[in-house]
């Protein structure tokens, strides 16, 4: 082959391996499998496993630092994947002592599926902030991995972070007894999905209240909110609802107002309810 026809050649070669290899890079972002907490069905842990794509050899990486007892969240957890996959299931109760871990650091990174247990999810955003356990899940989503959560796990997905508390009355209820401004305490989360407010437990506990004066916070976001022992599956901007109830999802096509004694007022709120097989797309 002349030395001119072989330049052209290798040039070629190049080009397309970098065309392959960026194309592929783009395609790997993984997928976010989101439980609304309560009971987890078999079908669901199914769901959960295939979604992760689990092959040969995968492991999948257990954060339990959401519960007051995480040897207990684990064990539970570990139940129900055992019945549905036989791959390694790594237990990583991450402390602010071991936050720096490398070797538990990397098992977050290779885990084929991350999942994230219920329970407190400012507790678990204490230990992880924006620190190197934080990085490891965002570089484990950002190359193909699941990551999952239920209850607590669920709420620590999105930027925006339902803690649970309220700023108008210190005492905690289930189901908030009034629409007000400035009300819903949120920090910030993982950050996994933007623009959104996930609420869990959502029609077993009438969360609407809370929700909707979350939205009123934040205008233009959208509010999910996830029942019982259902999910949604996100991919990238494309959302498909599993399991046993619904999905509840408001947004507002223009911003709420409020009284000068903070009581939330609006016209236009949308609301739609799907169910599983149903999908539906993020902004």
Same mark, same amino acid.
């Given at each position: 082959?002349?030395?001119?026809?072989?330049?052209?050649?290798?040039?070629?070669?190049?080009?397309?391996?970098?065309?392959?290899?960026?194309?592929?890079?783009?395609?790997? +972002?993984?997928?976010?499998?989101?439980?609304?907490?309560?009971?987890?069905?078999?079908?669901?842990?199914?769901?959960?496993? +295939?979604?992760?794509?689990? &092959?040969?050899?995968?492991?999948?990486?257990?954060?339990p630092m959401s519960s007051a007892e995480p040897d207990s969240s684990f064990y539970?957890?570990?139940?129900?994947?055992?019945?549905?996959?036989?791959?390694?299931?790594?237990?990583?109760?991450? *402390?602010?002592?071991?936050?720096?871990?490398?070797?538990?650091? =990397?098992?977050?990174?290779?885990?084929?599926?991350?999942?994230?247990?219920?329970?407190?999810?400012? &507790?678990?955003?204490?230990?992880?902030?924006?620190?190197?356990?934080?990085?490891?899940?965002?570089?484990?989503?950002?190359?193909?991995?699941?990551?999952?959560? *239920?209850?607590?796990?669920?709420?620590?997905?999105?930027? +925006?972070?339902?803690?649970?508390?309220?700023?108008? =009355?210190?005492?905690?209820?289930?189901?908030?007894?009034?629409?007000?401004?400035?009300?819903?305490?949120?920090?910030?989360?993982?950050?996994?999905?933007?623009?959104?407010?996930i609420d869990q437990h959502f029609i077993v506990r009438s969360r609407y209240n &809370?929700?909707?004066?979350?939205?009123?916070?934040?205008?233009?976001?959208?509010?999910?909110?996830? =029942?019982?022992?259902?999910?949604?599956?996100?991919?990238?901007? +494309?959302?498909?609802?599993?399991?046993?109830?619904?999905?509840?999802?408001?947004?507002?096509?223009?911003?709420?107002?409020?009284?000068?004694?903070?009581?939330?007022?609006?016209?236009?709120?949308?609301?739609?309810?799907?169910?599983?097989?149903?999908?539906?797309?993020?902004?």
């Amino acid at each position: 082959m002349k030395p001119k026809i072989l330049l052209l050649f290798f040039a070629f070669i190049i080009a397309f391996t970098f065309t392959f290899v960026h194309g592929q890079q783009k395609n790997e +972002q993984g997928k976010l499998f989101i439980i609304g907490g309560g009971s987890r069905t078999e079908s669901l842990v199914k769901q959960l496993i +295939q979604t992760a794509a689990l &092959r040969p050899g995968d492991h999948i990486a257990i954060l339990p630092m959401s519960s007051a007892e995480p040897d207990s969240s684990f064990y539970y957890i570990k139940s129900d994947l055992e019945k549905a996959c036989s791959n390694t299931i790594a237990y990583l109760n991450f *402390t602010s002592a071991t936050a720096n871990d490398q070797a538990m650091l =990397d098992s977050v990174k290779r885990a084929r599926l991350v999942f994230i247990t219920g329970g407190d999810q400012t &507790r678990f955003m204490k230990i992880v902030g924006k620190g190197p356990i934080y990085q490891a899940i965002h570089y484990a989503y950002a190359h193909g991995s699941t990551i999952s959560g *239920t209850s607590a796990g669920a709420a620590v997905m999105s930027k +925006q972070m339902i803690t649970g508390n309220q700023r108008k =009355d210190t005492i905690y209820h289930e189901t908030i007894g009034k629409l007000l401004a400035d009300n819903i305490e949120i920090t910030e989360g993982l950050g996994l999905v933007q623009n959104v407010i996930i609420d869990q437990h959502f029609i077993v506990r009438s969360r609407y209240n &809370r929700l909707i004066s979350a939205l009123h916070d934040y205008p233009g976001f959208l509010g999910i909110g996830i =029942d019982e022992s259902t999910a949604i599956i996100v991919d990238r901007k +494309q959302i498909r609802v599993v399991g046993e109830s619904q999905v509840l999802v408001f947004s507002t096509k223009s911003k709420m107002g409020n009284t000068s004694k903070g009581l939330i007022t609006f016209g236009n709120l949308n609301i739609k309810g799907y169910a599983a097989g149903a999908s539906f797309q993020l902004k």
